[in-house]
């Protein structure tokens, strides 16, 4: 498995943006499908965003298509999140996972139990 740290989150205002990041340790990052996902206090854990293997592929829950962006750069080990125009509801705590039992997928994961590896978490808190 692969160990996951997420960073950059923070308390911004409604309409701000933030870059999360998430690192990525060993040397076959780049073979694993990547998700972000966030659990806002009293509710289930929500898929967010994810990127297959290679960056060329994306998809992302319908809350936040046209103001969310994941990448991944393969050099770095490195997925981020950028998120922008972000509203009250966008608090959370934000999580990076991987799918690292089926090398080279695509983007096309988007239930919590796909993943195997988790990072501990990184909270965001929009203010209205």
């Known amino acids: 498995q692969v160990q996951l740290v997420e960073s950059g989150g923070g308390l911004v205002q409604a309409g701000g943006s933030l870059r999360l990041s998430c690192a990525a340790s060993?040397?076959?990052?780049?073979?694993?499908?990547m998700g972000w996902f966030r659990q806002a206090p009293g509710k289930e854990r929500e898929f967010v965003a994810a990127?297959?293997?290679?960056?060329?592929?994306?998809n992302y829950a319908g809350s936040v298509k046209g103001r969310f962006t994941i990448s991944r750069d393969n050099a770095k080990n490195t997925v981020y999140l950028q998120m922008n125009s972000l509203k009250p509801e966008d608090t959370a705590v934000y999580y990076c996972?991987?799918?690292?039992?089926?090398?080279?997928?695509?983007?096309?994961?988007?239930?919590?139990?796909?993943?195997?590896?988790w990072g501990p978490g990184t909270q965001v808190t929009v203010s209205s």
């Open positions: 996972a991987a799918v690292t039992r089926n090398a080279f997928s695509g983007s096309y994961y988007t239930y919590d139990r796909q993943y195997d590896s």
């Open positions: 060993g040397r076959t990052f780049s073979s694993y499908a």
């Open positions: 990127i297959n293997w290679s960056g060329g592929s994306t």
